[in-house]
Nanobody, 116 residues
Framework: QVQLVESGGGLVQAGGSLRLSCAASGSIFGINAMGWYRQAPGKQRELVASITSGGSTNYADSVKGRFTISRDNAKNTVSLQMNSLKPEDTAVYYC??????????WGQGTQVTVSS
């Protein structure tokens, strides 16, 4: 059974920072890529950032220069460092894993709320 456990969400003031982490476990059969998505109430889920097994990264234009995605292979985790947070960053953030057979796995989501 595949499990993705997210942590690090919370309430922060505009201009502040948060770091999200996602730990993957179970029969994933090799991670091809990992990423973070977010979904605000009444809006579509959107890609925030992704990172491949080779370390190639991709960011949404709205977070480029403020967010940084990274991967720790020893711990099998992916993290998202979020700086200079804005109220429009408020959303539920979801961790996603794509294995080597292109199967998708999702975490339960963690709430990020930016005040002001």
């Amino acid at each position: 059974q595949v499990q993705l456990v997210e942590s690090g969400g919370g309430l922060v003031q505009a201009g502040g920072s948060l770091r999200l982490s996602c730990a993957a476990s179970g029969s994933i059969f090799g991670i091809n890529a990992m990423g973070w998505y977010r979904q605000a109430p009444g809006k579509q889920r959107e890609l925030v950032a992704s990172i491949t097994s080779g370390g190639s990264t991709n960011y949404a234009d709205s977070v480029k220069g403020r967010f940084t995605i990274s991967r720790d292979n020893a711990k099998n985790t992916v993290s998202l460092q979020m700086n200079s947070l804005k109220p429009e960053d408020t959303a539920v953030y979801y961790c996603k894993v794509v294995n080597r057979f292109l199967s998708n796995y999702w975490g339960q989501g963690t709430q990020v709320t930016v005040s002001s």
